[in-house]
């Protein structure tokens, strides 16, 4: 009996699971952009622009940029990003980095009026996975007045096997860390669709499909 | 003469049965086995719903398990098989740009499943004796714990086995060996799928049968007509439909006559929705015979 004793209480000692580490490959390469380009900057009229900065995991960061137009005399632009057309003529506006590694750079002419980039106003890709799970799918993903929509075409399928499976807007193809969770997957096979609140068009570059209790990835969709 | 060596093994088997955790042979009343046993399987990969590998947050469940049997009578035997402490944990995701933890690791510690069952020995001296086993698996193990409720110690449902088993024993050599079976089906609630089971295992005693050795089969085809996998939280051992068909080895050693330490390993080779990794078990056993 005082072996039985001594071996059991080895037992407890010896065998504890202790929580460790996994991980993932997210990183991307950080990107700057500007978020409301224009064509035309009205004559004597300002526009402010905006950008936005992803880091090297695709997460949303507020960072100091310097903004450069290559002729002044054509459109002025101060460091917080205001141009003012001051003559006729075509100039390139670019915003960098402190550091000049990242940028982003648009045309912009001097006309009559301002006119902004004509975005499209829909997106088409396809839903593929990324492991042995069926899924696949083509999709659209829409702004329209009254919302965002992500349309999943009739030749959609996927597993009705995986607990907790959910779809998220990401700018990161490998990680769901400050992505956008659009739903829970509960439609396995034909067209449905989701109707996404408080998100534009191009706010996100990744359509990603996960399982939350397995914590892996799924399945993806680039959003070109 | 042939007829007195089987029965002779056969008894030995009733003795050393336990060894291998059930077969078809009565306990004998008044005779006890207790075994205190280390379970645990670490897995970053599982077999998906149509049996390839896909990988998962690296999970672990550790058991620290009771197994009991109490002979009621020479053919009635009580059978005692719970988790007493179990323990499951996953990983932190730690981003490999920044090391930053993504999503925290959690664990999960209670009291794990437990199975009570009743055991019939139709015919103990037989040269092939039968068994008619009931099982009820009660579901004392948590099904959802963790901030994500993905955490298990257990399927939260109640499990209603009924078990066929049969068995013999031989020599090999001057080894006493046997081996044994079973078919057995689990009716299951809450919504998973029932499950047929069966499993063989051979077993050969070494060194004036002090040391045993045992290999074995054990595998659960699911019936797959309960809910699917997208309806339940369920997450490595205790999804629903699972499936899997194991190969393990196992070695008991008498240190004294009635105390034993045991260790043994089994592996899927092939499987759904479940696990694919090794499990490890480390025990000590007290047989008063």
């Known amino acids: 009996m005082k072996n039985f004793i001594f071996f059991s209480t080895l037992l407890f000692i010896l065998f504890t699971g202790c929580i460790e580490d996994d991980f993932i490959e997210d990183f991307v390469e950080p990107e700057i952009s500007i978020t409301n380009a224009i064509d035309t900057l009205g004559l004597d009229t300002e526009y402010q622009f905006n950008t936005r900065f992803l880091n090297n995991t695709g997460q949303q960061e507020s960072v100091e940029v310097v903004w450069e137009s290559s002729d002044p005399t054509v459109i002025s632009i101060t460091q917080s990003g205001l141009a003012t057309a001051h003559s006729a003529g075509t100039v390139v506006i670019a915003v960098n980095t402190v550091d000049q590694s990242i940028s982003d750079a648009i045309e912009v002419t001097v006309g009559e009026e301002t006119v902004e980039v004509e975005e499209p106003a829909s997106i088409t890709g396809s839903i593929m996975t990324t492991t042995f799970y069926d899924l696949e799918g083509t999709f659209t993903l829409s702004e329209t007045d009254t919302g965002l929509f992500l349309d999943i075409a009739d030749d959609y399928v996927t597993t009705s096997a995986l607990p907790g499976f959910y779809v998220y807007l990401s700018n990161n193809r490998n990680s769901i860390s400050g992505a956008f969770e659009i739903g829970e997957v509960t439609v396995f096979r034909g067209a449905h669709s989701y109707e996404i609140d408080g998100v534009s068009l191009n706010d996100y570059n990744f359509i990603v499909y996960y399982c939350k209790p397995f914590n892996v990835k799924v399945g993806e969709a680039v959003l070109n | ?289």
């Open chain 2, 1 to 289: 003469m042939k007829h007195k060596l089987i029965l002779s093994i056969a008894l030995a088997l009733v003795l050393q049965g336990s060894l291998q955790a059930g077969g078809p042979w009565a306990k004998g009343k008044g005779k006890t086995y207790i075994k205190l046993s280390e379970w645990w399987t670490v897995f970053d990969t599982h077999y998906n719903d149509i049996g390839l590998l896909d990988p998962n947050v690296t999970t672990g469940i550790y058991n620290t398990s009771l197994y009991a049997e109490l002979g009621l009578s020479n053919k009635f035997t009580a059978t005692f098989n719970g988790a007493l402490f179990s323990r499951n944990f996953m990983n932190n995701i730690r981003s490999g740009t920044t090391n930053d933890i993504l999503i925290q690791g959690e664990a999960l510690n209670s009291l794990g499943d437990i199975d009570i069952g009743l055991k019939y020995t139709f015919n103990q001296e037989a040269r092939i004796p039968v068994a008619l086993s009931v099982v009820l698996g009660l579901p004392t193990g948590i099904a959802g714990g963790g901030t994500q409720g993905n955490l298990q110690t257990g399927d939260g449902e109640f499990n209603q086995i009924v078990q066929l088993d049969f068995g013999s024993g031989f020599k090999v050599g001057n080894s006493d060996a046997y081996f044994a079976g079973y078919v057995g089906i689990n009716n299951r609630t809450q919504g998973f799928s029932e499950e047929f089971r069966y499993g063989l295992e051979y077993g050969v005693g070494l060194a004036n049968s002090k040391l045993w050795l045992t290999g074995k089969l054990t595998a659960v085809e699911s019936f797959k007509n309960g809910d699917t996998g997208s309806s339940v939280t369920s997450t490595s051992i205790f999804a629903n439909n699972s499936e899997f068909l194991a190969l393990g080895l196992e070695a008991n050693y008498y240190v004294t006559k009635t105390v034993g330490i045991s260790a043994g390993f089994a592996s899927a080779v092939r499987g759904e929705i479940i696990a694919a990794a090794p499990s490890y078990s480390v025990g000590v056993f007290l047989d008063i015979k």
